[in-house]
């Protein structure tokens, strides 16, 4: 085994639940440790106490698991290192890397107004606040409140090679000193990340894009405290299919919405691999050992992801069919039962039978939803038939009858110890020979018989699963509605 120090982070404010963008975020630094090594860490920004809840931390736990990007060590909570943080403010002002800041919220008030009068944009004057050192000791000694504020250098720039963008750089004079610490004594966001990636030895920092603007503050920050600079990763943000940042109105984009409709979470998670990153050759359809073999920084790409519905329901249709009946059936079993379709009592009773349906169903079906809506037609006796099939395949109702007849004797004189496809395919193409018609012409006006629908299985896989009793029933039914 390579060692390797490798520590990625998932950082995620715990203010809501957990958000698809979110999860692609968490997924690549997962997917940089499985295939690089080290460890994937999980941090919890929850210094912002008036939006962080409970609730949502666990929200983040269950989705994280769910998905099966599971972390190593334990969680770690940011507002538990509150005086981490103030302790390396402190630093930095006692080292001159930052200084007191004594402006009031009017001061700054006014100096915006004055700003915007001249019509420039506001930018924090270090002056403004530079006092004698007597004065800024008697104002300490007075208890006067202050901010303590980093110095950003005033000439070069910062810059750092992007493992997504390449090289990028801000030039000092565009970045305003920060805040570090509020006159209320709590970090702010900026200083609290630099202070935590440090204390978790984070050697890569791979996020959201939106997060660009902060590194060159980050990287200010590493290096007035001398350590390291991480690398970073900034990956594009996602857009839904009209390139609007996506947002609830392109549907739903908490994970726990997709782990109720009954997603596959392999699924999902090949899904949000697939926005922002290429593993190449046109790849797409990839299971958790495959993403993690074709991983590689060089993939991601820069451009805004499109978080595509359609494209996910195409996706779980994929992983569908790869998964093994075994492997599907718990998720079937309970959506049926808690659908009211069936027991599982019922369930257990044929297994076989079971396994059969399950393996019919998953290969025309995107979701477990749709598993479900078509497994119906095999549990109950009652049918409805409906108006596209009937118009389609039963327009000639005397002839539909015809041939529902024809095809129910042909059917009673199967014996139900040799009701397998062989025979029934051997029985009704010798029907269709007999009237001198096409089998679909007896196949068609017979899948609606049975099924009441327009599209099923094939009609040998159908009446298997109906067995001949239920099968010679239904089309009985059949035509006593033709005849109606
Ligand atoms: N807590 C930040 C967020 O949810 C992420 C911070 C980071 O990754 O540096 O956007």
Redesign the pocket.
Known sequence: MIETKNRL?????PTGYLHVG?AR?ALFNWLYVKRFGGQFLLRI?DTDKARSTDESTKAIFEGMEWLGLSWDEEVVYQGANLERHRADALKLLETGAAYRDFTTTEDLERWREEAKERKESFKFKREWTQFSPEEEAARVERGDPFAIRFKVPVGGETAWEDLVHERIAFPNKDIDDFVILRSDGTPT?NLA?VSD?IAMGITI?M??D??IS?TPKQILLYEALGKTVPKFAHLPMIHGIDGKKLSKRHGATAVGDYQHEGLLPDALLNFLALLGWSPGEDREVMTRAEMIELFATKGLQKKAAIFDPKKLEWMNGQHLSLMTVEQLEPTVTSALVSEGVTTKSELDARPEWYHRLIDVLKIRSRLIDDIVRQAKVYFQDDIEYASDAVDKHWKDKEGSLNILKAAENKLANVDAASWDEATLEAALRGLAEELGIGAGKIFQPLRVALTGLNVSPGIFDVLILLGKDRSLRRIQLSEKYLNS
């Open positions: 982070r998932f950082a995620p404010s979110g975020t920004e966001y990340v990636d920092v996020r959201g939106d997060h902060n």
